[in-house]
């Protein structure tokens, strides 16, 4: 008998163990999920527990929704967020390359001398001088203590490279070089939670409320009813109309049948919504296009890979332009060619650089040859064409001069470690500069110039910043310093 209950205590054991083990093994699966493409498990608020009034109500959950959230609340304000999408983070969960910042602790922490004049004086002549300046003195001048704002809430971007346009190491990514837009979407969605604000999903934001010219509340769309949730303030975060095909190609007809790298929710509603409380706009035919975009996912292959050191090169595998000029300028160098694509072509050693490249592999993007020549059959190029392109640019890199193109950058590490990698790439919409005007407080405004009372907003919401081009790197950078500042200041207002 007391065998027999013995073995029924070590199956009883056995059992409970393997219970128990079942959610650990779960919980290791999505963190290793998390690991590579940035989406993790996450809890949202009841709909049922939505108030009827807020002092600050912020429209869109990506990464300027949250930032402003937590700056808000921070500074006193009982906030709400409203997310028509099912999930939170917007485009912000498609960022890859970093926050662009000058004059950070983890710059100075590498030697690399940088000033807020110099990211200041590159991101204008990257915008072709057509930038709102005050708006980019503003965010230039606020750029490193938004750095350190991230890193005190457990969100540190620590690892340093470059993005097209700049002269220095001034693009901060997390401390594994992965992408930052994961990383970010759930560092701030666990600081928003931690601070019990509430995040409201599938709550479609359909109209500001406005009484004598002040906005005073939203009317959404929540748990199949609509309802109006009054506010002193809101705050716009919608992100910007890349996803709608027909505002892009109406606005600017050459970029119709592009493929787009935004999600879905990217429709521009929210600027609608703010023009029909009268709110000017700016820019809005000002539409970037990303050079590096694998077109039969439209997922975008992220500027970091240039640059830590990879090269473009034609069909015929030869270098053809400057890998990191500004975005601009490479995606019309790619659509000069016969063929209108061009491959990016790097190695082992550039790969466990740059994180991202992992989640490419395990999407098929990647093609893959142990030698040079093995890669040249590939992809179709000629073998010594890319042997002597890949020769060439070594050469460059021990020179630290690039006599073909002029390239000063990305040029720490040459291409010499086997395997060889290519993925094939093309021009893709990315992102819409244009967008809501505002001032330096992200308080919209009319037509006249004045601020709409009560009405703030920030991220690829909003126009100006990036004028004609946006340098890679500036839209993280732009939803953290501006939504940081959108809260701050409703916060302030809805106090008075």
Same mark, same amino acid.
């Given at each position: 008998?007391?065998?027999?209950?013995?073995?029924?205590?070590?199956?009883?054991? @056995?059992?409970?163990?393997?219970?128990?083990?079942?959610?650990?093994? #779960?919980?290791?699966?999505?963190?290793?999920?998390?690991?590579?493409?940035?989406?993790?498990?996450?809890?949202?608020?009841?709909?049922?527990?939505?108030?009827?009034?807020?002092?600050?109500? &912020?429209?869109?959950?990506?990464?300027?929704?949250?930032?402003?959230?937590?700056? *808000?609340?921070?500074?006193?304000?009982?906030?709400?967020? @409203?997310?028509?999408?099912?999930?939170?983070?917007?485009?912000?969960?498609?960022?890859?390359?970093?926050?662009?910042?000058?004059?950070?602790?983890?710059?100075?922490?590498?030697?690399?001398?940088?000033? %807020?004049?110099?990211?200041?004086?590159?991101? @204008?002549?990257?915008?072709?001088?057509?930038?709102?300046?005050?708006?980019?003195?503003?965010?230039?001048?606020?750029?490193?203590?938004?750095?350190?704002?991230?890193?005190?809430?457990?969100?540190? =971007?620590?690892?340093?490279?470059?993005?097209?346009?700049?002269?220095?190491?001034?693009?901060?990514?997390?401390?594994?070089?992965?992408?930052?837009?994961?990383? =970010?979407?759930?560092?701030?969605?666990?600081?928003?939670?931690?601070?019990?604000?509430?995040?409201?999903?599938?709550?479609?934001?359909?109209?500001?409320?406005?009484?004598?010219?002040? *906005?005073?509340?939203?009317?959404?769309? &929540?748990?199949?009813?609509?309802?109006? &949730?009054?506010?002193?303030?809101? &705050?716009?975060?919608?992100?910007?109309?890349?996803?709608? @095909?027909?505002?892009?190609?109406?606005?600017?007809?050459?970029?119709?049948?592009?493929?787009?790298?935004?999600?879905?929710?990217?429709?521009?509603?929210?600027?609608?919504?703010?023009?029909?409380?009268?709110?000017?706009?700016?820019?809005?035919?000002?539409?970037?296009?990303?050079?590096?975009?694998?077109?039969?996912?439209?997922?975008?292959?992220?500027? $970091?890979?240039?640059?830590?050191?990879?090269?473009?090169?034609? #069909? #015929?595998?030869?270098?053809?332009?400057?890998?990191?000029?500004?975005?601009?300028?490479?995606?019309?160098?790619?659509?000069?060619?016969?063929?209108?694509?061009?491959?990016?072509?790097?190695?082992?050693?550039?790969?466990?650089?740059?994180?991202?490249?992992?989640?490419?592999?395990? %999407?098929?993007?990647?093609?893959?040859?142990?030698?040079?020549?093995?890669?040249?059959?590939?992809?179709? *190029?000629?073998?010594?064409?890319?042997?002597?392109?890949?020769?060439?640019?070594?050469?460059?890199?021990?020179?630290?001069?690039?006599?073909?193109?002029?390239?000063?950058?990305?040029?720490? %590490?040459?291409?010499?470690?086997?395997?060889?990698?290519?993925?094939?790439?093309?021009?893709?919409?990315?992102?819409?500069?244009?967008? =809501?005007?505002?001032?330096?407080? $992200?308080?919209?405004?009319?037509? $006249?110039?004045?601020?709409?009372?009560?009405?703030?907003?920030?991220?690829?919401?909003?126009?100006?910043?990036?004028?004609?081009?946006?340098?890679?790197?500036?839209?993280?950078?732009?939803?953290?310093?501006?939504?940081?500042?959108?809260?701050?200041?409703?916060?302030?207002?809805?106090?008075?």
């Amino acid at each position: 008998m007391k065998k027999k209950l013995s073995y029924i205590f070590v199956a009883l054991v @056995l059992a409970l163990s393997v219970f128990t083990a079942f959610p650990r093994l #779960q919980a290791s699966s999505e963190e290793k999920e998390d690991t590579t493409s940035g989406a993790s498990e996450k809890e949202y608020t009841d709909p049922s527990t939505l108030e009827e009034e807020y002092d600050v109500v &912020i429209v869109g959950a990506g990464g300027a929704g949250m930032a402003a959230a937590i700056s *808000a609340h921070d500074a006193g304000a009982k906030v709400a967020i @409203l997310e028509k999408m099912p999930v939170a983070g917007g485009n912000t969960s498609k960022s890859s390359a970093g926050m662009n910042a000058s004059q950070t602790k983890f710059q100075k922490a590498e030697g690399i001398e940088d000033t %807020n004049d110099k990211f200041f004086e590159e991101t @204008l002549a990257g915008g072709k001088e057509t930038n709102d300046q005050e708006l980019l003195r503003y965010f230039v001048d606020h750029s490193a203590e938004a750095i350190d704002w991230l890193d005190s809430m457990g969100i540190t =971007l620590s690892n340093l490279t470059t993005t097209g346009g700049m002269s220095v190491k001034r693009t901060h990514r997390p401390a594994d070089g992965s992408a930052v837009g994961g990383y =970010l979407v759930d560092g701030l969605f666990a600081n928003v939670t931690e601070r019990k604000i509430p995040l409201f999903v599938n709550a479609n934001v359909v109209e500001i409320l406005q009484e004598d010219g002040k *906005a005073t509340g939203v009317k959404a769309e &929540i748990g199949g009813e609509t309802k109006e &949730i009054k506010a002193k303030a809101v &705050i716009v975060t919608t992100g910007g109309f890349g996803a709608n @095909l027909d505002m892009v190609s109406e606005l600017k007809p050459e970029l119709k049948g592009y493929v787009t790298t935004n999600q879905e929710g990217s429709t521009g509603d929210g600027i609608e919504m703010a023009k029909a409380l009268g709110a000017a706009v700016v820019d809005l035919d000002q539409i970037q296009i990303h050079p590096s975009v694998e077109q039969s996912t439209s997922y975008l292959i992220t500027e $970091a890979v240039r640059g830590e050191g990879a090269i473009l090169v034609n #069909q #015929q595998g030869s270098r053809f332009y400057n890998e990191l000029e500004t975005r601009d300028n490479v995606s019309a160098a790619i659509n000069g060619l016969e063929e209108q694509f061009a491959y990016v072509v790097f190695d082992e050693a550039l790969k466990g650089r740059v994180k991202a490249i992992a989640k490419y592999e395990e %999407n098929g993007l990647v093609k893959s040859g142990e030698t040079i020549e093995d890669l040249a059959a590939e992809i179709g *190029a000629d073998a010594e064409t890319l042997k002597a392109t890949l020769d060439t640019w070594n050469k460059s890199v021990e020179a630290g001069e690039d006599t073909e193109f002029g390239r000063t950058t990305g040029m720490e %590490n040459g291409l010499t470690e086997g395997p060889f990698y290519a993925i094939k790439v093309a021009p893709g919409v990315h992102h819409t500069m244009g967008g =809501l005007k505002i001032n330096t407080k $992200a308080q919209v405004l009319n037509e $006249a110039g004045e601020p709409i009372v009560g009405l703030y907003a920030a991220g690829e919401v909003t126009g100006g910043i990036h004028g004609q081009n946006r340098i890679g790197g500036n839209a993280v950078a732009d939803i953290i310093i501006f939504g940081r500042q959108a809260g701050a200041q409703s916060a302030a207002f809805a106090a008075e």
